[in-house]
């Protein structure tokens, strides 16, 4: 497998260390107090003094994020990024400052989040937003009532009436997701579930029930990006940044040429092409899935499966570990085992975790018992408005 990273001609870049937060229901904390967490053990996993971090990537929190957040942490550093697109924006982030490093602006870069959507909501600080606001172009949309859930709703119809997309295929995703949560101690939802549970539950906005969407959590991660010539101080085996790619699509619905293609469809394979591999290569796929359909186009779009064949490549438990398929979203996802806002930065954590044999539930291995090399983690902003894959690998 390739052992460059897509920088060529400059540093290599690797994942040193990644963790979380304390996640799930977590009433008493502050985003602050979870970023600070999430950072100080991703420190303590990577082994490197805090001393060590010259860059900062941060979005969501605080008048002049990431500003606040670094002072808060005690950082000063030299790189900022504060990209804001969504679920996306941590592949994103992690493509900047990869490019970054390698062209040595920076070191030790630190991405790092924490929100308290469930216990905000529950102590009644927030309410639930429908949509994101009635300004500039979504202000010819907000009028007709789409909310987030239903735009994603109606993308998931044109696939069924595209394609033949059943029900119970996408309800698949939402079974074999909490399979996953079942074995990971950190999820908050681990109790297993049925194809008939998921399509019995409330229905949200059609064709979503309420099992077909994720849930609202709290929780923070961290995870620390290096120069290949900081890897020696480090304290595990590095992962490397293998390949990159960004794209943003839309933010009208109108504006949607197809609703069955997302922007991963770009993302992929542009992060495919500069890791110089192929999806088929890829042994472990974590994907942002804030609703059931999520999950099944983007690994259409990641090349794992022809368009339109999404549903069928994910019935019989071909998405869970040891099930003669690709491994996806192996901590139980979005949709069981975290979700408190901008889910990208975790799907980079649990590829870390697979790739590093550190998974705390299912973890993935090859049939003679070794690690996986190579993983992708690609996440989803917006309304499948914007899109950012990494590959990632251990050679």
């Known amino acids: 497998m390739p052992t460059t990273s897509r920088n060529r001609g400059g540093r290599r870049v690797a994942v040193v260390g990644a963790a979380l937060s304390d996640s799930g229901r977590v009433d008493e904390a502050t985003p602050y107090a979870l970023h600070a967490q999430a950072a100080r053990r991703a420190l303590a996993d990577s082994g490197l003094d805090r001393s060590a971090i010259d860059g900062l990537a941060s979005a969501g929190l605080g008048t002049l994020a990431p500003v606040e957040v670094a002072e808060y942490l005690g950082l000063r550093p030299r790189w900022v990024d504060s990209t804001a697109v969504g679920g996306a924006t ?6 900047h400052a990869a490019d970054a490093i390698a062209a040595g602006h920076a070191d030790v870069v630190l991405l790092v989040y924490g929100s308290t959507a469930r216990a905000d909501i ?47 295929q996408l309800a698949e995703v939402a079974v074999q997701a909490r399979a996953h949560a079942a074995h990971n101690p950190e999820a908050m939802f681990r109790e297993p579930i049925t194809v008939d549970e998921v399509l019995a539950g409330p229905m949200i906005a059609d064709p979503f029930t309420k ?18 010539d900081r890897v020696p101080d480090t304290a595990k085996a590095p992962v490397w940044i293998l390949g990159t790619g960004e794209h943003v699509s839309h933010t009208t619905m109108s504006e949607w040429e197809d609703f069955t293609v997302s922007p991963a469809a770009v993302s992929g394979r542009l992060a495919f092409e500069r890791a110089g591999v192929r999806p088929e290569d890829v042994e472990l796929a974590q994907i942002y899935d804030a609703f059931t359909y ?32 690709l491994p996806v979203n192996t901590d139980g996802g979005g949709l069981s085992a975290c979700h408190p806002g901008m889910r990208g930065l975790f799907l980079l954590v ?21 690690l996986p090399e190579l993983a992708v983690a690609s996440g989803t902003g917006g309304w499948f408005c914007s899109s950012g894959t990494v590959v990632l690998g251990r050679g």
Not at 211 to 228: P, T, W
Not at 294 to 304: A, I, P, S
Not at 356 to 362: K, Q, Y
């Open 90 to 95: 941590w592949e994103v982030m992690a493509a």
């Open 122 to 168: 529950k102590a009644r600080r927030r309410t639930s937003n429908l949509s994101f606001g009635a300004r500039g172009p979504l202000q010819f949309e907000a009028p007709y009532g789409h909310t987030l859930v239903a735009k994603y709703a109606m993308a998931a119809r044109r696939h069924m009436h595209e394609y033949g997309t059943t029900l119970e």
């Open 350 to 370: 649990e590829a870390v975790r697979q790739l590093r044999g550190e998974a705390p539930g299912a973890q993935v291995r090859r049939p003679d018992g070794s």
């Open 211 to 228: 099992l077909h969407c994720c849930i609202r959590s709290d929780g923070g991660c961290a995870v620390l990006l290096a120069a290949e």
């Open 294 to 325: 999520m999950t099944l186009v983007t690994l259409e779009d990641l090349g794992f499966c022809a368009k339109g064949e999404g549903g069928a490549f994910a019935e019989k438990g071909r998405l869970t570990v040891g099930g003669g398929g």
